[in-house]
């Protein structure tokens, strides 16, 4: 599967609950633990540009200056190590992504401005909010390298999505697995939907469709 729009469109078709049971049953880890959207209603699809943070060094550095090279589509994944005492995205970041078409911002560490990410319906994913700028205290240590983000490795251009339960990643060459298998996850979720509304019990009706199994991992 190489078509942008075409992955885009099934991506979209799909929870995060879906994929994350494909991803299991594949043996991929690629649930980002701990991240949360700012505003629930949101959902964020799209491929990685990555951005690796470290502490400021005797050298100095910047947060960096590197939006305004992103196409639309992009989902910003953000390294911060998880810290939660400095912010490495704000509200001029938000404005001019959701100008630009970014898809949106997922972040292992905090946000700020917040206010300005709700307003625009801009997704941001993060660990959680807090003020203090990130200027003076952390720097770009890379562009587009991996990045470890909610325990989860992301390489530029993996696919992430994000709904109101959280991100996940998916690596780029196995995306055409994973949608076809979150996919018949999906469809056996209706059916079994549709049986107990025909009056047949939970219990029978995820026997009858393997339920319990549907996310177990694969032999070989």
Partial sequence: MTDHAQITEDLSALDTSH???ALDKLGLAGQCAGLLPLDRTVRLVGRAFTVRYVPVGDDGGTVGDYIDDLDPGTVVVLDNAGRLDTTVWGDLLTAT???RGVSGTVIDGVCRDSDC???????????????RTGKDRVRVDGY??????????VEQGDWLVGDADGVVSIPLGRVGEVIDLASGIRDTEDVIRRAVRSGQSLTDARRAHGYHTLQTRRKG
């Fill in 19 to 21: 994929l994350s049971d």
């Fill in 97 to 99: 992504a959701s100008h």
């Fill in 117 to 131: 990410a709700v307003e625009l319906n801009y997704p941001v994913f993060s660990r959680s909010r807090w003020m």
């Fill in 144 to 153: 587009n390298v991996p990045v470890s983000v909610g325990g989860v490795r």
